[in-house]
């Protein structure tokens, strides 16, 4: 049973994020793109400055078909040196078996309490509702990237792909 799941990818969504810790962490930049477009539609995607210290990201995917029962992620970090170099981090995992367990990996636990429980995807499959990012305070980022897991200086790029998966079953259907 284990291997039920086709590897078939239906989708990928790119977030670029440019994150610049410096005394002060900012969001520089974020591009959502969607490369398989039946999947579904970026209603937003944005940061927006309210003022000189709060700054925040929002994000609506517009999900066409629901349930969603099988997804991946993976998380990749570079760091700006003559272009972005990995940088430390490039790990994928299983959506639906973390959320079961999330002690069961810790750097996706990190990136999770980072950029995710601020959003509609904080919990296990199936997924039956679009993906919602509301207002993710840079702020909150920031106390984490500088106080829970001190980078170093520099500029820095999130890039996370969301792979759904298809069971064998569904593929069958
Ligand atoms: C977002 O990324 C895509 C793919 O890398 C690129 O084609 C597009 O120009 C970027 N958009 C912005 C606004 O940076
Ligand atoms: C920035 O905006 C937030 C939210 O509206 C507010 O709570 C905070 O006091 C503002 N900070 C400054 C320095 O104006
Ligand atoms: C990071 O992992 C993803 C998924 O396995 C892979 O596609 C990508 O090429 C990797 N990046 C680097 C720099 O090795
Ligand atoms: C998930 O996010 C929603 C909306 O922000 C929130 O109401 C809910 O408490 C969160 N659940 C968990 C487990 O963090």
């Known amino acids: 049973m ?52 709060y700054k925040y990201m929002s994000i609506k995917l517009k999900v066409y078909e629901l349930p969603i029962r099988a997804m991946q992620i993976n998380m990749e970090l570079s760091k700006r040196f003559n272009g972005y170099k990995p940088f430390l981090y490039n790990i994928t995992f299983d959506a639906c078996k973390f959320f079961v367990n999330p002690n069961s990996s810790p750097v996706a636990k990190f990136f999770y309490e980072s950029f995710m429980t601020y959003s509609s995807v904080n919990h296990s499959c199936p997924y039956n509702h679009n993906f919602i990012c509301e207002k993710l305070p840079a702020g909150f980022v920031n106390e984490r990237f500088t106080r829970i897991l001190p980078f170093p200086d520099g500029q820095y790029l999130l890039e996370t792909r969301w792979l759904r998966m298809v069971s064998f079953l569904e593929l069958n259907v």
Request: hydrophobic content about 40%.
């Open 2 to 53: 284990a291997h039920k799941m086709s590897p078939l990818v239906r989708i990928v969504v790119i977030l670029h994020l440019i994150m610049e810790i410096h005394s002060r962490f900012e969001f520089t930049n974020v591009n959502c793109t969607l490369v398989n477009k039946k999947f579904g539609e970026f209603d937003y995607c944005y940061l927006k400055s309210v003022n000189r210290t």
